[in-house]
């Protein structure tokens, strides 16, 4: 704990704008005890962060806080210098992409490529700027040859790959991806690490929640365990 | 999280809901209803359900009682209290009706909770020895526990389309309702594959393949149980009594 | 020698597609063996395990060619009440598989259903949960488990049908380490008991406990050579 702290010292001095700021934050459900317990936390843009640890730990819950989807009960988390308890989903949104651990709750249209859109489209974005983001996002995650297809009978790796196009094309500045690598095989976790990576390397900032210890290992520059709603270790490679 | 142990048999308590909400919905007049009110919310107090609890919610819709009393008072006549304009908006008949409704409907929704502080397996246990098919049983006890998952899911899927950028506040209202459309995609399609899931691994352990089924567990009336169905009858009894003559 | 499951030259192929998806599999597990079947998704693991248990055999889903025998006798000369008691199958997914109230009612599902004596279920019950050491959570509400538990509990509601022959597909993928880690040693804890194993894996640590590895491809079994 003191160790990490030092670190954590010393690369503020470094990178001096962390995106997520979390300051004392516990987070409980109604008067059952706290599932986080006074959480001080800082995540930046340049890191790839991965969140571990046992299930029922508070990993999930903490990706929602950070999210900006649950609100602290005590302590305040600053997103890109905005309080969450200030910020509407609908603007999270535009800083913040989530992957939920289950893809299919963020698919919502009946094809792929409306899918990829929609939400462009309810902005009033101009239809040949939407066809040509989509276009681009289709390519980037393998889904031109399906964009007529009907998204639930697509395999997990597809359906991931299209929730996270769906998000993207909103263009968040960051990413925080809940067990991105249920249900994928090999060969498609490698294709998750490769696009993960080419995001980290345009720019996009990335929090991993995940037990899966090789993608982490393969992919993060910072590790954090979260135990019991505690951050028991931060380190970095 | 252990489930709590109740001693009544969830038939009695079943019968006893059917007996209230059956007087609710047969008797008109405002102080009976009142009476079965406090009645009702007394039993549920005392077998440790907090009806203050669902108070709160059902105050969510006092509006929808005031549009029904506005309502019942302009279409219908009456003897009015409140005119705007030559607009009838206030009638005593209206406010009548409105409140029998609110009364009724407080009434049931309290009534039910009773049922709740069975676990849900006695009451499929319950109704099974009712006589019930086991298959219709279980269909009940199936969507008791998934009913919270489900709920889950749904707030989930808001939430994932909000964070696509959509402010769902901001949205003009025939707009909004395409969004809804989006919602429901996901929740169906989810709904549909987890039933064919839970079916497999139900019919892997062998569910059906007999007419009937055994059962580890068997509830059995005792003494109170016959008891307090008596008093629940004479009590309707009784009550039916005062609201004929 | 009599194995105790043994597929000869299956193949199936679900209505709705041209191709089919097991092309010919043989297969033969001894007793007391534990096997595992790696393979990208979409490879028919799934589809192979579901033909094995009975759940695709003779079913409207599809076209099934060949034969699987369980300890020498054909499945199709098995009554259902014959497969669900001689083999058990533990998914993927916990929340699909648990759907009573309490872990009790789970674990008694199974044995409920073969319509057995109430003392026979009640030992059954006591039995399976100190065997996946959840006696504790008895009256306990599934939904509130950790997911490790929740498959924990998954194996003691097939425990409690007895079979001989076990099949976990992918049981592991949703349940961290220590949760993988104590349904592992529950694998090799049956194995000792000389139950047949069958594991469908997609994670290659999880292959450490088992005693032959086969890789299913394009429809195919092969034998495994470190790569898929």
Redesign the interface.
């Known amino acids: 704990m003191e160790n990490s702290k030092n670190l954590k010292e010393a690369y503020n001095e470094v990178i001096l704008l962390g995106f997520i700021k979390l300051s004392n934050v516990c987070f409980g459900y109604k008067d059952n005890q706290d599932i986080i317990k006074n959480i001080s936390l800082e995540l930046f843009k340049e890191d790839f962060t991965a969140f571990t640890g ?3 730990g508070g990993k999930t819950t903490l990706g929602k806080l950070m999210a900006g989807i649950f609100k602290p009960s005590r302590g305040d988390i600053l997103i890109d210098g905005t309080n969450s308890k200030d910020l509407k989903l609908g603007a999270v949104g535009k800083k913040i992409g989530y992957l939920f651990q289950n893809p299919e709750r963020q698919i919502f249209a009946p094809t792929v490529e409306e899918d990829i859109t929609f939400s462009l489209i309810f902005k009033g974005v101009e239809k040949q700027q939407v066809t040509m983001k989509a276009q681009e996002m289709m390519e980037i995650f393998q889904l031109s040859h399906l964009r007529n297809q009907f998204p639930f009978t697509l ?3 597809e359906k991931q790959r299209l929730a996270l196009a769906g998000i993207l094309i909103n263009e968040p500045s960051f990413l925080i991806l809940d067990e991105p690598t ?7 976790k490698g294709q998750l690490s490769s696009i993960l990576k080419e995001l980290s390397k345009r720019g996009v900032g990335m929090a991993v929640i995940s ?1 899966d ?2 993608f982490i290992q393969n992919l993060s520059t910072r590790i954090i365990d979260i135990v019991g709603g505690n951050v028991i270790a931060d380190k970095r490679k | ?3 709590r142990e109740n001693k009544i048999d969830p038939r009695t308590k079943l019968t006893a809901v059917i007996i209230i909400s059956s007087l609710a919905v047969f008797i008109r007049d405002i102080t009976l209803l009142l009476g079965i009110l406090l009645i009702t919310f007394t039993i549920t107090y005392a077998l440790g359900n907090n009806p203050l609890m669902l108070v709160k919610k059902l105050k969510k819709l006092i509006w929808v009682f005031i549009a029904i009393i506005v309502i019942q008072s302009v279409f219908s006549s009456g003897t009015p209290i409140i005119r705007v304009a030559n607009v009838t908006i206030f009638t005593v008949e209206g406010i009548t009706k409105g409140l029998q409704l609110g009364l009724r409907m407080c009434i049931i929704v309290i009534s039910a909770s009773i049922v709740s502080t069975s ?3 006695e009451i499929v246990q319950g109704l099974i020895q009712w006589k019930i098919p086991y298959e219709i049983a279980f269909m009940v ?2 969507a ?3 009913l ?2 489900f709920i889950e899911e749904i707030k989930d899927t808001v939430t994932a389309i909000q964070l696509r950028g959509i402010e769902l506040d901001r949205i003009p209202i025939r707009k909004r309702i395409k969004i809804y459309s989006y919602v429901l995609m996901p929740v169906v399609a989810s709904t549909l594959m ?1 039933s064919k ?2 079916s ?11 007419p ?5 567990k ?1 509830l059995k009336m005792v003494k109170a149980d016959y008891l307090i169905i008596a008093v629940f009858l004479l009590g309707a009894f009784a009550i039916i009594k005062v609201y004929l003559y | 020698m009599i194995y105790s499951i043994e597929v000869r030259d299956l193949h199936f192929r679900y209505l709705n597609k041209e191709e089919e998806t097991l092309k010919g599999i043989n297969l033969k597990v001894k007793k007391g063996e534990i096997l595992a079947i790696v ?4 490879n028919g693991k799934s589809t192979l395990c ?1 033909c094995i ?1 009975g ?1 695709l055999h003779n079913s409207y889903k599809g076209d099934l060619r060949g034969d699987i025998l369980l300890d020498g006798r054909s499945l199709k000369d098995l009554k ?2 014959d497969i ?1 008691k001689k083999i ?2 533990v ?3 916990p ?3 648990l ?4 872990v009790e ?1 789970e674990v ?11 003392d026979v ?2 030992q059954r ?1 006591d039995d399976a949960l100190k065997v996946v050491g959840m006696e504790n959570y008895r ?3 599934p ?2 488990l ?3 538990q929740k498959q924990l509990v998954a194996l003691a ?2 425990l409690s ?1 007895e079979p001989e022959i076990f099949i976990f597909d992918e049981a592991m ?7 993988r880690t104590s349904i592992k040693n529950k694998i090799e804890a049956l194995k000792k008991q000389g139950k047949t194993i069958i594991m469908i894996e ?1 994670d ?2 999880n292959l450490d406990i088992t005693d032959r590895v086969m890789v299913l491809k394009n429809g195919k079994l092969q034998e495994f050579k470190g790569s ?1």
């Open positions: 046992p299930n029922g395999s997990q790796g249920t249900g994928l095989d090999i060969e498609r037990h210890d090789e | 999280m252990q489930i676990s849900p397996r006890s199936i008791i526990r998934f919270p998952l987890k899931q839970l497999v691994a139900m019919e892997s352990k062998g569910f059906g393949i007999y009937t089924r055994a059962s580890f068997k | 393979g990208l998704s979409g579901h248990s759940i259902r009440v669900i058990g199958i998914f993927q997914d929340d699909t598989q759907f009573s109230p309490t009612d008694a599902f199974g044995p409920e259903n073969l319509c057995l004596e109430t279920i009640i019950i009256l306990s509400n939904n509130h950790s997911g490790g509601s097939v049908l993928a949703q349940v961290d380490k220590a949760g997609h290659m640590t898929l």
